[in-house]
């Protein structure tokens, strides 16, 4: 259960430091939902999968396998904004990877 809980608080740290810009340009409401929601699951995955590689390559490949279904819908209707998130996702994820790894390694 404390792996649960690590994983879904830093998540909800990753979702609001995502969330951020998205606020400051203005976005819909749906899509800072949608982001930050994305960001509680894949911290909660992270905590839970047990991957024997790297956690910085495994908290950047859950986010990548769970933003892909989205990325899809963004990418048809707008190719370039796939940048930014792909950066995004790929800082937040390795953070998370290897956050939620020193933390559950210290317990």
């Not at 992270?46 to 956690?55: F, P, Q, R």
């Not at 990418?75 to 995004?88: N, R, T, Y």
Request: proline share 4%; charged share 15%.
């Amino acid at each position: 259960m404390k792996k649960i809980k690590i994983g879904i608080l830093l998540g909800v740290v990753a979702g609001i430091i995502d969330v951020i810009p998205m606020i400051m340009q203005k976005l819909t409401w749906d899509a800072n939902i949608s982001a930050f929601t994305m960001w509680i699951v894949v911290g909660f995955l992270i905590a839970t999968i047990d991957l024997k590689i790297n956690s910085i390559i495994k908290g950047i490949l859950t986010a990548f396998l769970v933003l892909l279904p989205t990325a899809i819908l963004i990418g048809w209707k707008e190719p370039v904004s796939l940048i930014p998130i792909a950066i995004m996702t790929t800082i937040l994820g390795g953070l998370l990877g290897f956050s939620i790894k020193k933390i559950l390694d210290k317990k």
